[in-house]
């Protein structure tokens, strides 16, 4: 049974901790609720915002129509063999905690993708993404229910169209689907992935010689618990830019004026800056602007330094923008969805 509530405020419904409100709200717990929501007349009749952990969101106004949050759940094997296995898991399980089900299991492929915020249904949307590894590796398929009428429908890796921080559900499947379910292919037999980032610096500070995946994940944690502003503290959506991609000769020109650039080969021959670099080094880490502010230990974070408003976040987010163009003629694209 659904109940749509009115004029809720999202302040607790999003990391950043903006108080803008919603004409309505309701919550699904089960595809039945969702099919049961699609007939009533106030969803018919108004925008609608799926969200599941509301930590890639940035509210910049008043929802101006129907907001659904997600909380489907349950995790289950679907089927196996001696050295895969796929998970099947609903979208309003929190991501970490497939994560720790996975180790738990001792199924390998998530662990680098440990502490991540948010739900599993949002994960295929922007393709998640941490220490070298994309959800895409792991991908099985998703089953997703068209947002007008309730139909069903599955989608595998190739329907999905992943890229860096992309997929159809950001672009041409945009507000078209609520995803539901995704399963994931994980490996029985071990093959850890511990030479992105500081992982392997991490696991000898723990002194850790032959790790398990438990191991890795817990370094991961580490790493991001040392860098990462916990939004349940501070007010983020982890990274809210990008790293952009440019051709080799416009890498090969700011590496002759920048000699330290962080930026890392493409297999298109095209070279990954790393955005946190080029922010920092326009002397913006730290900087505030109103209640806004870019975070000290990574600058390619923007908080919430206190009761700032949507706005007082964007504004930072189009001066880092300008600062960044106007030192390196790079242009930084947003990575959180603004509503
Ligand atoms: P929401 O913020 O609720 O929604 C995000 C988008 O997905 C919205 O457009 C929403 O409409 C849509 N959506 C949500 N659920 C569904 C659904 N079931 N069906 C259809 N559409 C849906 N991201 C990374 O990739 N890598 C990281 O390492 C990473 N680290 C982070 C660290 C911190 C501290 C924070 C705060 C964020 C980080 N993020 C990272 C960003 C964010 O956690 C992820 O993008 C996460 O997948 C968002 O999940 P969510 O449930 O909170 O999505
Ligand atoms: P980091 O390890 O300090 O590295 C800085 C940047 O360099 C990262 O953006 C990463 O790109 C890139 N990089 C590092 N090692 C690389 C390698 N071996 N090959 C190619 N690129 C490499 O970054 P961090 O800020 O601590 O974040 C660690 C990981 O968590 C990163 O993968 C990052 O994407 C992820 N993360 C994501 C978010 C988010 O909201 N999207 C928030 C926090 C952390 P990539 O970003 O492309 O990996």
Redesign the pocket.
Same mark, same amino acid.
């Given at each position: 049974m659904i109940e749509i509530k009115q004029q809720i405020s999202l302040k607790s419904y999003n990391t950043f901790g903006i108080d803008v409100s919603c004409n309505y709200f309701v919550e699904i717990n089960s595809e039945n609720d969702f099919f049961e929501l699609i007939k009533n007349n106030i969803y018919k009749n108004n925008q609608k915002l799926i969200i599941g952990g509301g930590? *890639?969101i940035l509210f910049t106004k008043n929802f101006d129509g129907i907001v659904v949050k997600i909380n489907l759940k349950g995790i289950s094997i679907k089927s196996e063999t001696e050295t895969e296995v796929i998970v099947k898991s609903y979208a309003g399980e929190g991501w970490h905690d497939l994560v720790l089900w996975s180790i738990a299991n001792n199924f390998c492929g998530l662990e *680098?993708l440990s502490l991540?915020p948010g739900c599993v249904g949002a994960s295929p949307m922007?393709n998640? @993404? %941490?220490? @070298? !590894?994309e959800i895409k590796d792991v991908f099985y398929e998703l089953e997703a229910l068209e947002i007008e009428t309730g139909l069903k429908k599955k989608f595998n890796i190739k329907d999905c169209k992943f890229g860096?921080?992309e997929s159809v559900f950001k672009n041409e499947m945009k507000n078209r689907y609520l995803i539901s379910s995704v399963s994931f292919k994980l490996k029985k037999n071990i093959i850890l992935n511990t =030479?992105? @980032?500081?992982i392997n610096e991490e696991l000898a500070i723990m002194q850790v010689n032959n790790p398990t995946i438990k191991d890795v994940s817990n370094a #991961?944690i580490a790493?991001?618990q040392s /860098? =990462?502003p916990d939004p349940k503290i501070t007010g983020n %959506? &982890?990274?809210?830019f /990008? *790293?952009p991609e440019v051709s080799k000769e416009k890498y090969l020109s700011l590496k002759t004026s920048f000699e330290n650039i #962080?930026a890392?080969p493409l297999p298109n021959g095209n070279y /990954?800056l %790393?955005? &946190?670099?080029l922010i920092e080094k326009c002397g913006l880490k730290g900087f505030e602007l109103d209640n806004a502010s870019v975070h000290t230990k990574?600058a =390619? #974070?923007l908080i919430n330094k206190s009761n700032a408003t949507g706005n007082n976040i964007y504004q930072l987010s189009t001066y880092v923008l300008q600062k960044v163009f106007n030192t390196f003629g790079v242009t930084l694209e947003r990575? !959180?969805n603004i509503f």
């Open positions: 930590s *890639n *680098n991540i922007q998640i @993404g %941490a220490y @070298g !590894v860096y921080r =030479l992105y @980032g500081a #991961v790493i991001r /860098k =990462l %959506a &982890g990274s809210f /990008k *790293n #962080v890392y /990954k %790393a955005a &946190g670099w990574q =390619l #974070v990575e !959180v």
